[in-house]
């Protein structure tokens, strides 16, 4: 077929979507009734719906069939924090703080101001962070339950960079990495722009298919697997100390290194040991400050083994050199004084509070969460479309994330990521309720 036809086929079918002539949600032929109703060989019928996919106007939906897109809301919606304007609810992000913490950052930078050590933060600190602030992280980490040292520990700017540190260091492109079929959205946007090969993990209510991540390292040459043991963004499980032994064994059997994400772990109270205290020699347990203290102070960790510390820390000298020493600094210091276990355990009751409140507001509706949750998890019913319920609560004021940033497969499910954190608790109420009475007009 000619490429002027090709394109005229395409241009065609987009014109009608942007100008509404195809609605959001209508499911559009079939490949192969395309390919018969234009004329076209199969293959060509595929490459149409698949640059529509491109171009974000549809949805291809395995079993479901292919189907237009509210263009209204950008298709990655739930990944860019400029599609939540001025004034409204946003369920979208968590960026959970508590009353009083500007007092506490303004006192924080006076104490530091008056420090005898200012002088040195005005230069560049060693690529891993100074050792008296290593040390202070693994004191930190120690009561988390990890047996730690100094050495083993490095300074990162924010859990997302150890992320980033972590893979670069560890993998390559075209490295297979396993992860749970709905995972944490940056992750996934990481993995992909380092080119590694996302496999999924099937999921169940309670964690990973564990059997199936098994059959996955006999059939793929898997080389690591990215967990989130305690509180799973977005499911909400914790992992069991017999799931944990499980996958590590599985881990052990087939050589896979082990990155273990504790960004929210700290809301969970007694969980069972950490990946990185049963596995030592291959896990690279990553997590920060951003969700217990604030997220506007990008000052994160790794604790790694022991052989591979050099690795990262090349990484970071490649990519940001240090850490502000400013940052580290203060953080360093509120892990000393107490100030980070107290903000843990007032956001720890925080938490349990908004999930009381999104108890009441969405009662009778299924969704998945953890009691000490900033979020969770709503799924749709088979018949409601993600997209245009998102739309539907964008008109009434209220952000919302689709399933799409966080699904791995190639099978998103129609539901609803809600972060409870970033809303005063009467705006966090209202909000809930005008999703419970949205959803229920789709039901």
Same mark, same amino acid.
């Given at each position: 077929? *000619?490429?002027?036809?090709?394109?005229?086929?395409?241009?065609?079918?987009?014109?009608?979507?942007?100008?509404?002539?195809?609605? *959001?949600?209508?499911?559009?032929?079939?490949?192969?009734?395309?390919?018969?109703?234009?004329?076209?060989?199969?293959?060509?019928?595929?490459?149409?719906?698949?640059?529509?996919?491109?171009?974000?106007?549809?949805?291809?939906?395995?079993?479901?069939?292919?189907?237009?897109?509210?263009?209204?809301?950008?298709?990655?919606?739930?990944?860019?924090?400029?599609?939540?304007?001025?004034?409204?609810?946003?369920?979208?992000?968590?960026?959970?703080?508590?009353?009083?913490? &500007?007092?506490?950052?303004?006192?924080?930078?006076?104490?530091?101001?008056?420090?005898?050590?200012?002088?040195?933060?005005?230069?560049?600190?060693?690529?891993?962070?100074?050792?008296?602030?290593?040390?202070?992280?693994?004191?930190?980490?120690?009561?988390?339950?990890?047996?730690?040292?100094?050495?083993?520990?490095?300074?990162?700017?924010?859990?997302?960079?150890?992320?980033?540190?972590?893979?670069?260091?560890?993998?390559?492109?075209?490295?297979?990495?396993?992860?749970?079929?709905?995972? =944490?959205?940056?992750?996934?946007?990481?993995?992909?722009?380092?080119?590694?090969?996302?496999?999924?993990?099937?999921?169940?209510?309670?964690?990973?298919?564990?059997?199936?991540?098994?059959?996955?390292?006999?059939?793929?040459?898997?080389?690591?697997?990215?967990?989130?043991?305690?509180?799973?963004?977005?499911?909400?499980?914790?992992?069991?100390?017999?799931?944990?032994?499980?996958?590590?064994?599985?881990?052990?059997?087939?050589?896979?290194?082990?990155?273990?994400?504790?960004?929210?772990?700290?809301?969970?109270?007694? *969980?069972?040991?950490?990946?990185?205290?049963?596995?030592?020699?291959?896990?690279? =347990?990553?997590?920060?400050?951003?969700?217990?203290?604030?997220?506007?102070?990008?000052?994160?960790?790794?604790?790694?083994?022991?052989?591979?510390?050099?690795?990262?820390?090349?990484?970071?000298?490649?990519?940001?050199?240090?850490?502000?020493?400013?940052?580290?600094?203060?953080?360093?210091?509120?892990?000393?004084?107490?100030?980070?276990?107290?903000?843990?355990?007032?956001?720890?009751?925080?938490?349990?509070?908004?999930?009381?409140?999104? &108890?009441?507001?969405?009662?009778?509706? *299924? =969704?998945?969460?953890?009691?000490?949750? =900033?979020?969770?998890?709503?799924?749709?019913?088979?018949?409601?479309?993600?997209?245009?319920?998102?739309?539907?609560?964008?008109?009434?004021?209220?952000?919302?994330?689709?399933?799409?940033?966080?699904?791995?497969?190639?099978?998103?499910?129609?539901?609803?990521?809600?972060?409870?954190?970033?809303?005063?608790?009467?705006?966090?109420?209202?909000?809930?309720?005008?999703?419970?009475?949205?959803?229920?007009?789709?039901?």
């Amino acid at each position: 077929m *000619p490429a002027s036809r090709y394109k005229t086929v395409v241009d065609r079918v987009s014109a009608d979507i942007r100008s509404g002539r195809l609605a *959001p949600g209508t499911r559009l032929p079939t490949h192969r009734h395309l390919a018969a109703a234009e004329g076209m060989a199969l293959v060509t019928a595929s490459r149409v719906y698949a640059e529509l996919q491109a171009m974000g106007l549809v949805s291809c939906e395995t079993g479901r069939g292919t189907f237009v897109r509210e263009t209204s809301l950008s298709p990655r919606h739930g990944t860019d924090q400029k599609t939540v304007a001025a004034g409204l609810c946003d369920l979208n992000f968590n960026y959970p703080t508590l009353p009083d913490q &500007a007092d506490l950052l303004r006192s924080g930078l006076r104490q530091l101001a008056s420090s005898g050590d200012l002088d040195a933060l005005l230069r560049y600190q060693p690529h891993a962070g100074r050792p008296h602030e290593r040390a202070c992280v693994a004191d930190h980490l120690r009561r988390r339950g990890l047996s730690v040292t100094a050495d083993h520990v490095l300074l990162v700017n924010g859990a997302q960079q150890g992320l980033a540190v972590t893979l670069m260091a560890m993998l390559r492109p075209g490295d297979v990495i396993a992860a749970d079929a709905l995972t =944490y959205s940056g992750f996934k946007v990481l993995a992909e722009a380092l080119h590694l090969d996302i496999v999924p993990i099937p999921v169940r209510e309670h964690g990973p298919d564990l059997e199936a991540l098994a059959t996955l390292c006999r059939q793929r040459p898997v080389r690591a697997v990215y967990a989130m043991p305690t509180l799973h963004n977005p499911l909400g499980w914790v992992m069991d100390g017999d799931q944990r032994q499980t996958l590590v064994e599985i881990a052990r059997r087939h050589d896979l290194w082990i990155v273990e994400d504790a960004a929210y772990a700290f809301l969970v109270e007694d *969980p069972p040991a950490p990946l990185a205290t049963l596995a030592p020699e291959r896990t690279f =347990y990553v997590s920060g400050l951003s969700k217990n203290v604030a997220t506007g102070l990008r000052v994160g960790f790794i604790a790694a083994p022991a052989a591979h510390v050099a690795a990262l820390e090349r990484v970071i000298r490649a990519t940001t050199w240090n850490t502000p020493g400013i940052m580290t600094a203060l953080a360093c210091k509120w892990l000393e004084d107490g100030t980070v276990a107290q903000l843990e355990e007032q956001k720890r009751l925080d938490a349990q509070a908004r999930q009381q409140v999104a &108890a009441e507001a969405l009662s009778g509706l *299924p =969704y998945l969460s953890h009691s000490c949750s =900033y979020f969770l998890w709503l799924p749709l019913t088979e018949d409601a479309r993600a997209d245009r319920v998102t739309v539907a609560l964008m008109r009434e004021g209220v952000a919302v994330s689709t399933a799409e940033p966080f699904a791995v497969s190639a099978c998103v499910p129609h539901a609803l990521r809600l972060a409870l954190g970033s809303v005063d608790r009467h705006v966090l109420r209202e909000g809930l309720e005008k999703v419970k009475w949205v959803v229920e007009g789709y039901l």
